[in-house]
């Protein structure tokens, strides 16, 4: 089915090591999100972008980069992943009039 | 800085019981509020509200919004053991982004 797709759906990192999550959407959608959610603590806006080619920094971005090459993709990368990043990232695609449509996250552990 | 403030944070009910959820919010370019339910996955999208004080329903879910007041109430009305979950509200702001806001969620719990 069309919708958002995440990969991988789990991982376990050592601190150090880096690694890039791939959000895919196939509904021509202009805006893509990254968040992350921790317990009890809703979800917060790593990093986003308003069009292909395009990123902008969210509320928690430190110790991710993103980018923006294909308008159906949006990767979120960690250069060297600290057990404060241990969390389940969700991507989001978005289009005006069309509201958001989430992907099913990625569980990730750093140790 | 766009702020969400939901409570209870944690809510256990029986089943049969209704119950009111409360989202505040304070944000400088507000368009939307939107409501979500999230068990264990994907939050999954329930209501959205722009206008105030019209009530959108749904089966036994029902919210409503007041932009005077800046806050948002969701109603579950005869609660079963599958409303368990974390429902969460955010906000839609304006001026390009398109971002949603968060707020932390309450975790609703409905005993047999």
């Known amino acids: 089915n069309a919708g958002v797709t995440q990969t991988p759906k789990f991982r376990v990192l050592k601190t150090g090591q880096s690694m890039t999550l791939l959000c895919a959407q196939d509904?021509?959608?202009?805006?893509m999100y990254w968040y992350r959610q921790d317990p009890g603590m809703g979800l917060r806006l790593i990093h986003y972008?308003?069009?292909?080619?395009?990123?902008a920094k969210g509320e928690v971005p430190d110790g991710y980069n993103v980018s923006r090459l294909k308008k159906q993709n949006f990767l979120l990368g960690l250069e060297s992943a600290a057990p404060s990043q241990t969390s389940v990232y969700f991507c989001?695609?978005?289009?005006?009039?069309?509201?958001?449509?989430f992907g099913s996250g990625t569980r990730l552990t750093v140790v | 800085e766009d702020k969400v403030v939901q409570s209870p944070l944690s809510l256990v009910v029986h089943e049969g019981d209704t119950v009111t959820l409360n989202c505040s919010y304070e944000?400088?370019?507000?368009?939307?509020l939107l409501w979500y339910k999230q068990e264990k996955k994907a939050p999954t999208f329930l209501f959205m509200l722009?206008?105030?004080?019209i009530e959108k329903k749904s089966g036994r879910l029902s919210s409503i919004l007041d932009k005077k007041e800046l806050f948002s109430i969701l109603n579950i009305t005869a609660t079963q053991t599958g409303d368990s979950a974390v429902y969460l509200c955010?906000?839609?702001?304006?001026?390009?982004?398109?971002?949603?806001?968060f707020g932390k969620g309450t975790k609703l719990t409905v005993n047999p």
């Open positions: 989001a695609s978005h289009q005006r009039s069309y509201g958001y449509t």
């Open positions: 509904m021509n959608h202009e805006y």
């Open positions: 972008s308003v069009g292909e080619g395009t990123t």
């Open positions: 944000v400088t370019n507000f368009r939307s």
């Open positions: 722009t206008s105030s004080g």
């Open positions: 955010a906000d839609l702001t304006q001026g390009g982004s398109e971002k949603l806001v």
